[in-house]
């Protein structure tokens, strides 16, 4: 419940009183918004999704961004009319290929060789012969391509400006999933419907953008999320692409260097590992030393910040390498047990020591208790009884420090016999 004294999260509240006008003006908006609403409510049950319509989703959604149902109507704009009708079984971004936006793509002579020598020529008579010595089967096909390029010069620039159109959108509400989901959407039209090396130029101006909004907000998991998916697409055959995993892993390090904090910045982190590792062709003594220095970097930053959940997440998902060697051979998997055993005790210890300057910290007394078990499960044997003495006096702080989870305190209690 808020403090009914005067404060909500430590800012202190201000009198918020409006003069009659501000009232007016207020419900003048408000009036004009549920017409506006009412207009495309009303041409949408009607399937209407002309271009009027289409605009008028514009003001709409620059008013309320998170009205998904106004999105919706807007896709059906595009795809009932705005945009080309791709023809059935076609693949422009493969049927089409170019350099350029608005270059223009001819059969090659190669292909056109080919077909011809793959194929039996039609008999003289039954061809129609134009003033140039095209037949009006040419004729025809050339005019077919032209008109594909006209249609996907035509949807490049409405993709482009929907791109556009929702970018300040974004700055406003980076949070909005509707947003996002439209932009993929968008996307997604990229490659259905432009020639591969527009798309993907496309797309990595994407890339670009889930950078510059990263600066904004470091943290924004929509935004990290989003650009694992852009990354995917650029990686994948439809786009041409080659693995991103090196300049991604890179890009984790910096973020995490800029702020220790960043949650996703170290869960994307840990996905990227197995791939990086694989495609390094990392030998048992690569993946070693990679282990021991993402272990150190984690540690460090341990140091500096006990309480933060993002680095005991990133420090656990190490230590699970230890012990689930069989489900997650993810970084070492020739680790012995003599050394896994090791690693592990060297853990405990580095954090035991934390307690001397940060004895209030409870993620510490967690991470305590959860590495002690690990390693007895390391070594299929229950803890000794100096071990279940540390545990008791843990799990004793953690009742103290996390009362809120008395019932979690309890049931660890019950599970590992450690009630006086």
């Known amino acids: 419940m808020a403090d009914q004294g005067g404060s909500n999260h430590g800012i202190a509240r201000t009198s918020r009183t409006r003069t009659e006008e501000q009232r007016q003006k207020d419900l003048e908006r408000i009036k004009d918004y549920r017409a506006l609403e009412d207009q495309v409510r009303h041409h949408a049950a009607k399937n209407d999704y002309s271009p009027d319509v289409f605009a008028l ?34 693949s422009p971004s493969k049927a089409l290929p170019t350099s350029s936006p608005t270059a223009t793509t001819t059969t090659s002579s190669a292909d056109f060789s080919s077909s011809l020598s793959t194929e039996t020529p039609p008999a003289l008579e039954s061809q129609t012969t134009g003033k140039s010595g095209t037949t009006a089967e040419d004729e025809d096909e050339e005019q077919k391509q032209q008109t594909r390029q006209q249609d996907q010069q035509n949807d490049q620039q409405i993709l482009e400006k929907e791109l556009h159109f929702t970018i300040p959108l974004l700055l406003e509400s980076p949070k909005c999933y509707w947003i996002w989901s439209y932009r993929l959407w968008i996307l997604k039209q990229v490659i259905e419907r432009l020639p591969v090396p527009v798309a993907r130029n496309i797309w990595e101006e994407e890339l670009g953008l889930t950078s510059k909004m990263l600066l904004r907000d470091q943290r924004n998991f929509h935004a990290w999320g989003y650009r694992r998916h852009v990354v995917e697409q650029l990686e994948s055959p439809e786009l041409e692409g080659k693995s991103l995993v090196e300049s991604e892993f890179e890009f984790t390090t910096k973020k995490i260097s800029q702020n220790l904090s960043n949650f996703s910045a170290w869960h994307s982190r ?38 933060d959940q993002s680095l005991w997440y990133y420090h656990q998902f190490l230590m699970l390498n230890l012990v689930n060697s069989a489900e997650n051979p ?31 910290a409870k993620l510490i007394y967690e991470a305590l208790f959860d590495y002690t078990l690990y390693l007895c499960q390391l070594q299929e044997r229950k803890p000794n009884e100096q071990e279940e ?20 305190w309890a049931d660890l209690e019950r599970d590992f016999g450690l009630k006086e």
């Not at 959604?61 to 023809?87: D, M």
């Not at 799990?395 to 420090?401: D, I, S, T």
């Open 270 to 307: 840990s996905k990227l590992i197995p791939r990086l590792l694989d495609e390094r062709n990392a030998n048992d003594e690569a993946r070693k030393a990679f282990f021991e220095e993402e272990l150190n970097k984690i540690g460090e930053a341990i140091n500096v910040g006990p309480d």
């Open 330 to 360: 993810i970084i070492a998997p020739a680790f012995t047990q003599e050394e896994r055993v090791a690693y592990l005790r060297r853990e405990i210890e580095s954090i035991q020591e934390l307690l001397e300057d940060y004895d209030d």
């Open 57 to 90: 989703t514009s003001k709409l959604l620059r008013l309320n961004p998170e009205y998904y149902t106004v999105w919706n109507v807007r896709r059906r704009c595009l795809i009932s009319g705005l945009l080309s009708k791709p023809s059935p079984g076609s």
């Open 389 to 408: 003495k540390d545990l008791k006096g843990w799990l004793g702080n953690l009742k103290k420090l996390d009362p809120m989870r008395s019932g979690r």
